[in-house]
């Protein structure tokens, strides 16, 4: 019993207590998904989003004929925001959002039999919370003993935070366009290797017609005498 309450006890000094350490919801984060979308189907995926920030989404076919879908964005309200009628990419931002899920949908119910491969994107931007900042400020020195002004550190971190930030979007832009243009040219070797097949049956069965026409010709058909 002893030990056993010591053990409790232990738990309890190591534990947060409930409210405290996981309080507030977790923060929204960028993300990126590639599926397949079948013909004839339509597909719709909600993303939530804080109020008074920016959500930039991004949509591209990299797979698929004709590289081509229907999209559309709808607001938390329900608010038609963007409408697309098969293209193969698209770059959309919507700012300030509101609070909730946003929609997006993607339509191949156009096509019957072509199944398509989409990529998409949604990348969040907002301000870091202005209390956060003065908190952090108030534990350095003040500026005029600083060799260089906290400002200016502000500033280049987030200009290379920005910087950053964009090139991780368009190293991911760059490989989905390089999975798309992959795809096509498989697509495309595939039927040349298909019609080339075809060509070469059909080029060995006219060889072989001709030299059976060839022999026939030469064969003397007359009967022979008894």
Same mark, same amino acid.
């Given at each position: 019993m002893?030990?056993? /309450?010591?053990? !409790?006890?232990?738990?309890?000094?190591?534990?947060?207590?409930v409210?405290?350490?996981?309080?507030g919801?977790?923060?929204?984060q960028?993300?990126?998904?590639?599926? %397949?979308?079948? !013909?004839?189907?339509?597909?719709?995926?909600y993303?939530?989003?804080? !109020?008074?920030?920016?959500? +930039?989404?991004?949509?591209?076919?990299?797979?698929? /004929?004709?590289?081509?879908?229907?999209f559309?964005?709808?607001?938390p309200?329900?608010?038609?925001?963007?409408?697309?009628?098969?293209?193969?990419?698209?770059?959309?931002?919507?700012?300030p959002?509101?609070?909730?899920?946003?929609?997006l949908?993607?339509?191949?119910?156009f096509?019957?039999?072509?199944?398509?491969?989409v990529?998409?994107?949604?990348?969040?931007?907002?301000l870091?919370?202005?209390?956060?900042?003065?908190?952090?400020?108030?534990?350095v020195?003040?500026?005029?003993?600083?060799?260089?002004?906290?400002?200016?550190?502000?500033?280049s971190?987030?200009?290379?935070?920005?910087?950053?930030?964009?090139?991780?979007?368009?190293?991911t832009?760059?490989?989905?366009? +390089?999975?798309?243009?992959r795809?096509?040219?498989e697509?495309?070797?595939?039927?040349?290797?298909?019609?080339?097949?075809?060509?070469?049956?059909?080029?060995? %069965?006219?060889?072989?017609?001709?030299v059976?026409?060839?022999?026939?010709f030469?064969?003397?058909?007359?009967p022979?005498?008894?």
């Open positions: 002893a030990a056993g /309450a010591a053990l !409790a006890l232990a738990l309890w000094l190591l534990l947060p207590p409210g405290v350490g996981g309080a919801p977790p923060p929204i960028d993300g990126e998904f590639t599926f %397949l979308l079948p !013909a004839g189907r339509r597909q719709c995926f993303q939530s989003a804080p !109020a008074n920030a920016s959500l +930039e989404t991004e949509y591209q076919v990299i797979g698929g /004929a004709g590289l081509d879908v229907d559309s964005l709808e607001s309200q329900g608010e038609l925001l963007v409408s697309d009628s098969r293209k193969a990419d698209g770059v959309y931002t919507v700012e959002t509101e609070a909730g899920d946003y929609k949908c993607f339509d191949n119910s096509s019957t039999i072509s199944e398509k491969l990529f998409f994107e949604f990348i969040f931007d907002s870091q919370d202005e209390e956060e900042v003065e908190d952090w400020a108030e534990v020195e003040p500026e005029e003993m600083l060799d260089v002004k906290m400002e200016d550190i502000k500033e971190i987030e200009t290379m935070r920005a910087r950053l930030e964009r090139s991780i979007q368009v190293l832009l760059l490989r989905a366009f +390089e999975a798309r243009d795809n096509l040219q697509g495309n070797l595939d039927r040349v290797n298909f019609w080339s097949a075809v060509n070469v049956a059909v080029l060995l %069965l006219v060889a072989v017609a001709q059976c026409m060839l022999k026939g030469f064969q003397d058909k007359r022979v005498p008894t």
